[in-house]
């Protein structure tokens, strides 16, 4: 199983594609974060998420896309900016096809660490570990990218286990 984590930001929306081998080892294929310039209308960078989302999804053909709830805002219009930015994400998801996954920052936090308070580093951290990767991915918005597309084959792997006995 393939999935596109995306962690949606107004300056930088992170990305990256995981995929679960046959043995069971997560395997890291593409991360990164698309860099958005807070000069540039609006319009303009969900413009630029929707294009880069849309090549990383024809080039990776993930199964899923996973995305963080919002769960917190400064004010009010920056989770009204927060909100296109994912509803931008969710479209490119939906124009290829594939089903979104959401989970909050508690449960991506806990399926990574295991403990849904860990703190930024510690899910960095475990995310080179999980991934066999020799540095933590910079910039951190493309390491919580990974980190949501770890929870997604976390979560949906107990759900099929589940399935599976009933």
């Known amino acids: 199983m393939r999935v596109l984590g995306i962690d949606c ?5 992170g990305y990256g594609v995981v995929e679960l081998s046959a043995s069971g080892e997560l395997l890291c294929l593409l991360c990164g974060a698309i860099k958005l310039s807070p000069s540039e209308p609006l319009p303009l960078r969900l413009s630029r998420i929707f294009d880069r989302l849309n090549e990383i999804i024809q080039e990776h053909h993930p199964d899923y896309v996973a995305i963080e709830d919002i769960f917190y805002a400064v004010n009010v219009k920056s989770a009204l900016k927060l909100g296109q930015v994912r509803g931008v994400a969710m479209l490119a998801a939906a124009s290829a096809g594939l089903e979104v996954a959401e989970y909050s920052p508690l449960s991506i936090k806990s399926a990574v660490v ?8 510690q899910v960095q951290h475990m995310v080179r570990q ?9 910039p951190a918005d493309a390491a919580d990218a990974l980190a949501i597309a770890i929870c997604h084959l976390h979560t949906s792997a107990t759900l099929e286990r589940q399935r599976a006995i009933l």
């Open 9 to 13: 930001g107004t300056e930088y929306t």
């Open 130 to 138: 999980l991934l066999n990767l020799e540095e933590i991915p910079e």
């Open 114 to 121: 295991g403990y849904g308070k860990a703190e930024k580093h």
